[in-house]
């Protein structure tokens, strides 16, 4: 009887233990940027430059904050960073994508589903949609980040590659090719969710860094709080329009392609032709 009795009492404690268990997780992401500069005009000092402003853009700080099932991922707040003029008078980095500050990427993963509020282009959409099934492949190797052992696991997807160009030839249309990528996950068991950074998930622990293609995007934990004093604040996001994945991806390949079109050259005019590959 003794024994039965420790034996629910573990239990319990186990259950509560899983219903309070959650902690705030600290990311860091970078990106390859590569630039090629046809014109004659270009020089190295104006790669270099434009590589720089443009890595500043992809190098940011975001909190995952998760208990069991639940997690919201969002980008720490930050002073606002002064806007670039331009580039030897006449050339201007811009990002075509959301604004990033502002949004807030919710995950239930008890219940499959997800919903990403996100300020694209001045506009607030409230992207709602089911969680994709990742294939991940388990791996053998282990490291450690921090304190934490990790495991490896791997998947290789298809994706859409687009190739931005400035160019002279103005009936030059962007060619768009399908690629493989083979991301890289590091997962901890110590930390029993199966959640991760943006839209990584689906391992039976906390993803602490994901790697594409060797380096040519990561995102890094660099820091661990779990259960801390102040109760962790998962509050599913409720502002803007709603719409599917799908359709929010059609919204943005028309912006991106408007704007391509934009930048064309018109009626003749020569200038530099320019290839930017991000993450690629």
Same mark, same amino acid.
């Given at each position: 009887m003794i024994r039965i009795l420790v034996l629910v009492l573990a239990l319990v404690s186990t259950s509560a233990f899983a219903q309070e268990f959650q902690g705030i997780a600290t990311y860091k992401t970078k990106r390859h940027i590569d630039i090629k500069l046809d014109s004659t005009k270009a020089n190295d000092a104006m790669r270099q430059q434009m590589i720089e402003?443009?890595?500043?853009? @992809? +190098?940011?700080? @975001?909190?995952? *904050? @998760?208990?069991?099932s639940e997690s919201i991922y969002k980008e720490e707040e930050s002073?606002?960073?002064?806007?670039? &003029?331009?580039?030897?008078?006449?050339?201007? #980095?811009?990002? #075509?994508?959301?604004?990033?500050? &502002?949004d807030i990427y919710y995950k239930n993963t008890a219940e499959n589903r997800y919903v990403n509020q996100t300020d694209t282009y001045g506009k607030i959409f409230l992207i709602k949609d089911d969680i994709e099934k990742r294939e991940w492949q388990l791996e053998p190797q282990t490291k450690y980040i921090g304190?934490?052992?990790?495991?490896?696991?791997?998947?290789?997807? $298809?994706?859409?590659?687009? +190739?931005?160009?400035? *160019?002279?030839? $103005?009936?030059?249309?962007p060619e768009t090719t399908m690629r493989e990528r083979v991301i890289t996950a590091w997962y901890t068991l110590q930390i029993p969710v199966n959640s991760g950074p943006a839209d990584y998930q689906g391992l039976p622990g906390l993803i602490m860094e994901i790697d594409v293609d060797n380096g040519k995007q990561s995102i890094l934990c660099s820091k661990i709080v779990l259960n801390p004093k102040d109760q962790v604040d998962i509050k599913e996001p409720s502002k803007g329009k709603e719409i599917?994945?799908? !359709?929010? !991806?059609?919204?943005?390949?028309?912006? *991106?392609? $408007?704007?391509?079109?934009? @930048?064309?050259?018109?009626?003749?005019?020569?200038?530099? *032709?320019? $290839?930017?590959?991000? &993450?690629g």
């Open positions: 402003m443009m890595k500043k853009q @992809f +190098e940011k700080t @975001f909190t995952l *904050s @998760f208990n069991k002073l606002s960073k002064p806007q670039v &003029g331009g580039i030897g008078g006449d050339f201007q #980095i811009m990002t #075509i994508g959301s604004g990033g500050g &502002g304190e934490y052992l990790c495991h490896e696991a791997t998947l290789t997807e $298809e994706y859409e590659y687009t +190739e931005m160009r400035r *160019s002279s030839d $103005e009936d030059k249309e599917s994945q799908k !359709d929010f !991806d059609d919204v943005m390949e028309k912006k *991106s392609k $408007e704007m391509m079109e934009r @930048f064309r050259p018109r009626n003749g005019r020569e200038g530099e *032709s320019i $290839e930017i590959r991000i &993450g």
